[in-house]
């Protein structure tokens, strides 16, 4: 509670907020608009407890999540669902995270548009990144192995261009299950 509140107070002010180096035990995070969510890369963690994402946000625009280290535990998560899940966002950067052991999808991103560039992903157990319905996302520099079932999914309901750009991943030990 106390982390949400901070998250909360940030998004309110329009000021970034820092976590400094440590484990954050937490679960079912609520981003909004401009929050913007910085660790210290590879120091500050966060370790799913409880809830269908660790961080999720829905219309929130001008969203920042990075530095981070984010841990699912093997914790399964709801089909379709993301250790960060983000629905219905504009102007959304994913960046220099690492995301380790999702129980399903590490990032999942519906009907949004931004960048997911230069993280690190391992041990998911369907994909690493999945995108339904977006619109110009960047998914750049990203580093992903071991998926059970994808590395990068970017799909539409319907036949349209969406003006994604997937360039510049590597992609190692995935499975297709």
């Known amino acids: ?63 920042t999540v990075s530095g981070l280290v984010f841990d699912g535990g093997r914790q399964p998560l709801p089909q379709n669902r993301g250790l960060v899940h983000l629905v219905a966002s504009r102007s959304i950067r994913i960046s220099d995270c690492e995301f380790a052991n999702a129980g399903g999808n590490a990032i999942v991103l519906e009907r949004c ?14 994909n690493a990144i999945l995108c ?11 580093i992903i192995r071991d998926s059970g079932n994808g590395g990068i999914r970017v799909w539409q309901s319907v036949k349209r261009h969406d ?8 992609i190692e030990d995935t499975e297709a299950r």
Request: hydrophobic share 40%; net charge neutral.
């Open 132 to 142: 339904n319905d977006n619109f110009g996302v960047i998914i750049s520099s990203n």
């Open 163 to 170: 003006g994604s750009v997937v360039a510049d991943n590597t």
């Open 1 to 63: 509670r106390a982390l949400q509140r901070a998250i909360d107070q940030a998004a309110r002010t329009r000021a970034p907020l820092i976590l400094v180096p440590g484990i954050y035990r937490a679960g079912d995070l609520k981003l909004s608009d401009g929050v913007q969510l910085l660790g210290v890369r590879g120091a500050t963690r966060l370790v799913l407890t409880r809830g269908p994402s660790l961080l999720s946000g829905e219309t929130g625009d001008h969203i």
């Open 113 to 126: 548009e931004g960048q997911v560039i230069a993280n690190s992903i391992t041990g998911s157990a369907d």
